[in-house]
C-alpha cells in the first residue's frame, strides 16, 4: 500500500517531505516514492525491536486469562489461504504471522516476520530479511516456508484470495533468511498485500506431511496463537504461541472464539460474563451500554460501507434520471441515524471511508425530494416498480428507503429472501435493488474498487452491471501507478465518476457495534477485521 | 411371537421410509436458491476458486448422480464431507449428538412428569380452583412461543440472576445439568400442557366411564380405584401421544439450541440450512427421521408390552 497512512490521504508535499526521511533513513531503497507505511515503520525506531508496544506500560498489565469472543461468523478453516469470508480473515490474522504487520490504526506497515526489506529503484524487485522466529511447534522459520506459503497462495488452485499475488513472478529464497520477490511489474500494492490476512507463513514440512486437508483442521502456527481444539461451528480454542516472536506475548494464556449465530443469545452471554467480547451487537442494545460502567463500547473503525445497490439492467435503473432521482429522494442524513442510533456517519463516495485515497471531498447528490420528483416525472417513471432485495422483512433501512421513494412516486416492493438467495438473486442480475454492505480486507483501495466499481474485474460491480470503461480503465492505471499522489489523483477519480453515474447510492460508514466487558484492555479490530488479540489483556 | 414379528415388521418398514426421505431431502435442499461455495469461501472469491470447489464436491454434476453418487458412499459409512466446514458429516454429527439426545430426554422426562402431577390434581380437583389455574397455565403454555420464553428464561435466570449459564452444554455432567435445566423448562412449559390438556380430559371421562361404576358401586374406595383403574386406563390412551411429544420436542430443538447456543444437532441443522451445506442438511434429515421413527416405535412396543388388548 504504497502511500496514505491517515484519513484525509497524503498531500502530494507530505509524501516529499517523507521521501527525503525515508532516504535519510535508508531503509526502503525505492525509486518511485517509497511506501509511505514502510517509512514510518523505518522511522519508528523504538518499536522495530518486539514490533511495537501496546499502549499500557508493561508494569500494569495483568497476563494471562482465556478471552472468550461470541461471533456470528463462523470458522471454516484453518488454513490461510482456503477463505475470504468474515469469520476465517478474523481468526486467520490471530494464527499465522505474515512478513509485515500493521500499526494500531490499521494503515502503517511494520515489521513483522520480516525485520526489514530493501525493493530496488524500479519497485521490481523486493527482498526481505526475515528475523528469528519459530513456528508454534518450535520450528524455525526460514526463507523456503515463506516461498512455500507465496506459491501456494498464488499458484494453488482453491486459493480464495489470490488476486492480489499474481503480480508476483518469481519468489526465490536467496538464504535461509532472506527472500526475494520479483514482480511481473510495478504494483503500488504490493508492499501492504504482504500483511494480507493471507498471507500468514505456514510450515512447509508440516503441511507437507499432514496435506493440506489435516493442516486446515490442526495447524501449526506462526502468530500469536496455536490451535489446542477446533469444533466446526461451535468453537475455536487457541492458546498463547509458546514460540511467538513478538517477545513477551501474548498477554493472554488463550482466546475462545465461540460462535453464536442469535443476536440476542451473544448479548446475554456478554451481560452473564460467559463471553468478554460479543461482535455485532444490536444498535440498540449498543446504545445501552454505552451507559454502563461494566461495558465498553469502543466503537472501533471497520471498513463497512452501506450502500444501495442499483441493477444497471434494469429497465427502471438503467435509466441515469431515474436513479438520479432515487439518490435525491433520500434522507440519507435521517435514515443513518434512525438505523445506527447515530452511530454511523453518512458516507460521501462508494468506497468506504477507511481505505487508503478515499476522498471526503467526494460529494453525492443532495437531498432534493422536490427536484427528484420532476426528475422522475420528466423520465416518465412515475409508478415504475422496483424491487428491493432483502434478508429481513423489517429491514429499518430498507422499510425507510421504501417510504421516502413513494413520496417522489416509485413504488417499492421488498423481496426477502435468506442469505443464499440473495447471492444467487443478486449474482443471476434478478434483482432491482437493494439495501447492503461490504467492507475491504485491506487499507489499499484496489481490490475495493474492483469489487465495487469496476465492470470487467470479475465482480460486475458488486453485480450491479455498472460499467464504465473510463473506471475499468483508471482502476488498472492506479494499480501501476507507484507515485502516492498519482494514485490520489487517480482514486478520487474514478470516485468522481461512480457518483456522477450513480453507480449505487452511498448510504453510511459504521464502525464495528463489538462491545467488551470492562475488564477487557488494549484489545482493538482494526478496519481490515484484525483483532491484536496478542496485545490485549484481562484482569476480571 | 406375534408382537416380536410386529416390532421387526416396522423395524424393516423404516427401510423404505428412510430412503423415500432421502431422495426428497436430496431434492428439496438442492431445489432451495442459494450456492454454498459462495456462501463459503466467502463473495469476494474469484468465480476461479467457486468452480473449482464447486468441482471437488461434485456439485457441478446433475442433481440424480449427486444422489446416487451419496447414497453408494452413505452405504459404505460415507456420510460426505461438509462444504461449510470441511470435516466429514458423521463426525461433525456425532460430536453433536450428546447435547440434543440429552435436551430431548431430559425435556420429555420433566415434561411427562410435570403434566402428570398438574393432570393428576386438576382432574381431582376437577373446576375448582386449582383446577382452573392449571388450565390456565396450560392455554397460556400452548400459545408462547419457544424463542421468546427461552430469551425471558435466560435473561432472568442467567443474566439478572445469574444462578445458570446462558449458553452453552458444559464439560462435566453437573455442569452439563446446569446448563440444560433452562432449555428442559423451556420445554417443560411448552410441551405440557398439551400432555395436561389431554391426559386430564381422558382423566374426568374415565372417572365416570361404566367400568369405574362398576367398581364404585362394589363400594371399592375412591382413591384406590382411581389408582388402580382410572390412572393406569388414561395412561394408556395418552401413551401414543407421548410419541408425538418427542418428535415435537425434537423439532424445538432447532429453535432452542440457538437461544441457549447448545452444541448440538439442532443448531449444526438450522446453520446447514442457511449455509447451504447439502451434505450436512442430507446427513441431519436421515438422522432427524430415524430419530422420529424410533421415538414413535418405542412408543409402539411400549404399549405393546403394557396393553394387553394390543397385539
Not at chain 1, 75 to 81: C, E, F, G, Q, R
Not at chain 1, 239 to 264: F, Q
Request: contains cysteine; charged residues 20%; glycine residues 8%.
Amino acid at each position: 500500500m504504497a502511500g496514505s497512512s491517515s484519513v484525509p490521504p497524503v498531500h502530494p508535499l507530505i509524501a516529499v517531505r517523507l521521501t527525503r526521511r525515508q532516504v535519510l533513513r535508508g531503509m526502503v531503497i525505492a525509486g518511485a516514492v517509497p511506501p509511505l507505511s514502510a517509512v514510518l515503520a523505518a522511522c519508528g525506531g523504538e518499536d522495530e525491536g518486539d514490533g511495537g508496544t501496546p499502549s499500557t506500560p508493561p508494569e500494569e498489565i495483568v497476563r494471562g486469562g482465556v478471552l472468550k469472543i461470541a461471533t456470528p461468523y463462523a470458522v471454516s478453516t484453518l488454513d490461510p489461504i482456503k477463505s475470504v469470508a468474515a469469520g476465517d480473515i478474523e481468526v486467520l490474522g490471530q494464527i499465522y504471522s505474515r512478513l509485515t504487520r500493521r500499526g494500531p490504526d490499521g494503515k502503517e506497515i511494520l515489521p513483522g516476520l520480516a525485520e526489514g526489506w530493501e525493493s530496488s529503484p524500479d519497485g521490481l524487485t523486493w527482498t526481505f530479511t526475515l528475523r528469528e522466529a519459530a513456528f508454534s511447534d518450535g520450528s524455525t522459520i526460514t526463507a523456503d516456508d515463506v516461498v512455500f506459503s507465496y506459491l501456494r497462495l498464488r499458484d494453488q488452485e482453491d486459493s480464495a484470495y489470490g488476486g492480489a499475488f499474481q503480480v508476483i513472478g518469481d519468489i526465490v529464497a536467496l538464504d535461509p533468511k532472506n527472500v526475494q520477490f520479483t514482480l511481473k511489474g510495478p504494483a503500488a500494492p504490493f508492499l501492504g498485500s504482504t500483511e494480507q490476512f493471507n498471507a500468514g507463513i505456514v510450515p512447509k514440512a508440516v503441511v507437507g506431511s499432514m496435506g493440506d486437508e489435516g493442516f486446515a483442521k490442526a495447524p501449526v502456527t506462526s502468530g500469536g496463537f496455536g490451535v489446542q481444539e477446533w469444533r466446526p461451528n461451535e468453537r475455536l480454542i487457541l492458546t498463547a504461541n509458546t514460540n511467538y516472536w513478538r517477545e513477551g506475548l501474548p498477554n493472554l494464556d488463550g482466546v475462545e472464539v465461540i460462535e453464536v449465530l442469535r443476536a440476542p443469545t451473544r448479548v446475554s452471554m456478554l451481560e452473564a460474563g460467559e463471553a468478554d467480547v460479543a461482535r455485532d451487537v444490536p444498535w440498540a442494545q449498543v446504545e445501552q451500554f454505552k451507559t454502563r460502567e461494566d461495558m465498553i463500547v469502543p466503537l472501533d473503525p471497520s471498513s463497512v460501507i452501506y450502500v444501495i445497490l442499483l441493477n444497471h439492467q434494469d429497465p427502471v435503473l438503467s435509466n441515469i434520471d431515474v436513479r438520479k432521482a432515487m439518490a435525491m429522494a433520500l434522507d440519507r442524513d435521517g435514515i443513518t441515524q434512525a438505523v445506527t442510533f447515530g452511530n454511523a456517519v453518512t458516507a460521501n463516495s462508494l468506497i468506504p471511508n477507511t481505505v487508503d485515497f478515499y476522498d471526503p471531498e467526494a460529494t453525492p447528490l443532495p437531498y432534493d425530494p422536490e427536484q427528484a420528483k420532476a426528475l422522475i416525472e420528466s423520465a416518465g417513471a412515475t409508478g415504475a416498480e422496483i424491487e428491493f432485495l432483502t434478508t429481513q422483512i423489517d429491514d429499518p433501512a430498507t422499510v425507510l428507503v421504501q417510504d421516502q421513494l413513494k413520496a417522489i412516486g416509485l413504488n417499492v416492493t421488498i423481496n426477502q429472501v435468506d442469505v443464499g438467495g440473495w447471492w444467487d438473486s443478486v449474482v443471476g442480475a434478478n434483482y432491482g435493488a437493494a439495501v447492503t454492505w461490504w467492507y475491504n480486507e485491506v487499507p489499499d483501495p484496489d481490490p475495493a474498487v474492483r469489487w465495487a466499481l469496476c465492470g470487467e474485474c470479475g465482480n460486475s460491480s458488486f453485480f450491479t452491471f455498472y460499467d464504465n470503461p473510463e473506471i475499468d480503465r483508471l482502476t488498472e492505471e492506479a494499480l501501476h501507478e507507484t507515485d502516492p499522489a498519482g494514485r490520489e489523483e487517480l482514486y478520487h477519480e474514478i470516485q468522481r465518476i461512480a457518483l456522477e453515474d450513480v453507480a449505487q447510492i452511498p448510504m453510511w460508514y459504521q464502525p464495528y457495534a463489538n462491545v467488551y466487558r470492562s475488564w477487557v484492555h488494549d484489545l482493538k479490530m482494526n478496519p481490515a477485521i484484525q483483532w491484536n488479540l496478542d496485545e490485549a489483556w484481562m484482569n476480571p | 411371537m406375534r408382537k416380536t414379528r410386529l416390532v421387526l415388521q416396522r423395524l424393516w418398514q423404516m427401510v423404505p421410509v428412510l430412503l423415500a426421505i432421502s431422495v426428497v431431502a436430496f431434492l428439496l435442499a438442492q431445489a432451495i436458491p442459494g450456492d454454498p461455495v459462495r456462501l463459503i469461501v466467502g463473495p469476494r472469491a474469484s468465480q476461479e476458486v467457486i468452480d473449482t470447489v464447486r468441482d471437488r464436491y461434485g456439485l457441478d454434476e446433475p442433481v440424480f448422480l449427486q444422489y446416487f453418487v451419496y447414497m453408494g458412499n452413505l452405504f459404505q459409512g460415507d456420510w460426505g464431507r461438509s462444504i461449510a466446514f470441511r470435516v466429514p458429516v458423521l463426525e461433525l454429527i456425532t460430536s453433536r449428538l450428546t447435547p440434543t439426545l440429552c435436551l430431548l430426554g431430559g425435556g420429555l422426562v420433566l415434561s411427562t412428569l410435570v403434566a402428570l402431577v398438574l393432570a393428576i390434581v386438576a382432574a381431582r380437583r376437577q373446576d375448582g380452583l386449582i383446577d382452573q389455574a392449571i388450565r390456565l397455565f396450560a392455554t397460556i403454555g400452548l400459545g408462547m412461543p419457544v424463542f421468546w420464553l427461552g430469551l425471558v428464561l435466560s435473561m432472568l435466570f442467567a443474566v439478572r440472576l445469574g444462578w445458570l449459564p446462558a449458553s452453552g452444554f458444559g464439560d462435566t455432567p453437573v455442569d452439563n445439568l446446569r446448563h440444560l435445566l433452562l432449555p428442559w423448562v423451556t420445554i417443560t412449559v411448552v410441551m405440557a400442557p398439551i400432555l395436561v390438556r389431554n391426559l386430564r380430559a381422558t382423566l374426568i371421562e374415565r372417572t365416570h366411564a361404566d367400568f369405574v361404576l362398576a367398581e364404585r358401586s362394589k363400594g371399592m374406595p375412591e382413591g384406590a380405584i382411581f389408582l388402580r383403574h382410572v390412572l393406569p386406563n388414561s395412561l394408556l390412551s395418552n401413551l401414543s401421544l407421548l410419541g408425538v411429544v418427542a418428535v415435537y420436542i425434537l423439532g424445538i430443538t432447532v429453535v432452542i439450541e440457538p437461544i441457549f447456543a447448545i452444541p448440538g444437532v439442532g443448531q449444526l441443522f438450522l446453520n446447514s440450512i442457511i449455509a447451504r451445506d447439502y451434505f450436512v442438511i442430507q446427513g441431519l434429515t436421515l438422522v432427524f427421521a430415524l430419530l422420529t421413527m424410533v421415538a414413535t416405535l418405542a412408543v409402539d412396543v411400549l404399549t405393546l408390552a403394557v396393553d394387553p388388548r394390543v397385539g
